[in-house]
């Protein structure tokens, strides 16, 4: 099947870079999910098979980038807050799991290096643009962090995750009365970055800078909300997405409709005692990446330059 990252910039699929330690605790992060947790996921084929992207969801739970981190067909790496590289054990499996650390409320330039390194050695960021978790379940008003983050990467694909049902989450008997959440996986699209005459990115200075990467977030976000229910909306629902935002279209993986449930044949069967109580521990462990979304668009410095327009 075509791959939209693969026809734009005519490379093949890389080798995995997927680390070790990702490799050990990627399995029983999602044997732990599906001991507490049904997760219905449509759509995972919008997500290119090569080239750098970001992908960026609703935060409504902080087992939203856990369950995305799960069970995307690419390695993917969150941001996480940095207080938790100070909690031993939890420390030592991000480590190994890996994540960006992100100091929220400034301008983290060391995790925006990291997450540009991400996208620079072709694989996938996940972020969470309103960078905090919404109270009532409806869309936030997100940063320019996210247009600030793509600015470094113009050719990297974007692609909206929209997340429900994970609110319903409680520590409970594992198998038993699990309630169920889904992954939507939008189309993939590009920021239309300015071109100049040799190719390279052409970026305008100060306030005007601003103003375009706020209308890339405005839209981006547009496309997001489009994946949710109504009442989830916010202020996005009204966004028109065709200005700064390119959709792939017809270069994309034919949408087939897919849809599948996370099941495990174990479902049925009570788990109790010692494997329930390692069970909750575990992924009360792991899922501490998910405890911060994306701040650092709150305050972009003044001399940050970025904008956008139709590719040629």
Request: charged residues 20%.
């Amino acid at each position: 099947m075509p791959d939209p990252a693969s026809e734009r910039h005519g490379e093949a699929a890389a080798p995995s870079r997927t680390p070790l330690g990702r490799r050990i605790l990627s399995p029983i992060l999602r044997f732990l999910l599906r001991m507490f947790l049904r997760v219905e996921v449509t759509g995972s084929n919008r997500v290119p098979e090569t080239g750098a992207g970001i992908v960026f969801y609703n935060h409504i739970h902080w087992l939203d980038p856990v369950v995305i981190c799960a069970q995307l067909p690419r390695y993917a790496i969150p941001l996480t807050k940095v207080e938790v590289s100070r909690w031993p054990l939890v420390a030592w499996l991000l480590y190994h799991y890996r994540v960006v650390y992100i100091t929220r409320g400034v301008v983290d330039r060391a995790a925006l290096q990291a997450t540009w390194a991400v996208l620079r050695d072709g694989d996938v960021s996940v972020i969470s643009p309103e960078g905090t978790r919404s109270q009532d379940g409806r869309l936030l008003t997100a940063k320019e962090g996210l247009a600030f983050v793509a600015r470094q990467a113009p050719d990297a694909w974007l692609v909206p995750v929209a997340v429900t049902g994970t609110p319903a989450f409680r520590w409970r008997f594992p198998f038993i009365g699990r309630p169920r959440a889904t992954i939507t996986y939008g189309r993939s699209f590009y920021f239309k970055w300015p071109r100049a005459a040799d190719g390279s990115v052409a970026l305008p200075e100060g306030r005007a800078a601003r103003e375009v990467m706020r209308e890339m977030t405005d839209e981006a976000m547009g496309q997001l909300a489009a994946l949710l229910p109504e009442e989830m909306r916010g202020a996005a629902a009204t966004v028109q997405c065709c200005r700064r935002c390119a959709v792939v279209g017809l270069r994309r993986p034919p949408d087939v409709g897919e849809s599948h449930l996370w099941s495990f044949c174990f479902g049925r069967i009570p788990c109790v005692g010692l494997s329930a109580i390692l069970g909750r521990a575990m992924l009360r462990l792991l899922s501490w990446t998910a405890c911060s979304g994306l701040s650092i668009g709150a305050t972009i410095p003044p001399g940050s330059r970025s904008s956008a327009r139709a590719r040629s």
